[in-house]
């Protein structure tokens, strides 16, 4: 598995290099951009369709400058988590890491 979205052309680096750039402009602490990171990680455990729609809401969430935007956005990937069985414990953490009500 190559960590390839063939449909939005996203690789798993390429997320990465997106988040590493959202620390460095003040968009995410360290610790956000770890949880964000070994969330994409874990991705490669899902099928397509899943990997695919975590991908970009994660991508999404490391990428938007507005926090109020970036909230929301949070609070979708959130959302998506809780729908995912095997990821109901990353929603506590999601809460903690990024002080979600």
Known sequence: ???????????????????????????????????????????????????????????GCAEEPDSQRRYEKLQLLRKYLETLESCKGLVCDLNEVFELE
Do not use: C, H, P, W
């Open 1 to 59: 598995m190559s960590g390839y979205d063939e449909n939005r052309g996203i690789s798993k680096g390429s997320i990465s290099k997106s988040i590493a750039r959202a620390v460095r402009d003040g968009i995410l602490t360290d610790s956000q951009a770890s949880f964000l990171d070994q969330l994409i990680s874990a991705t490669s455990l899902f099928d397509y369709g899943k990997r695919k729609i975590l991908s970009n809401l994660v991508l």
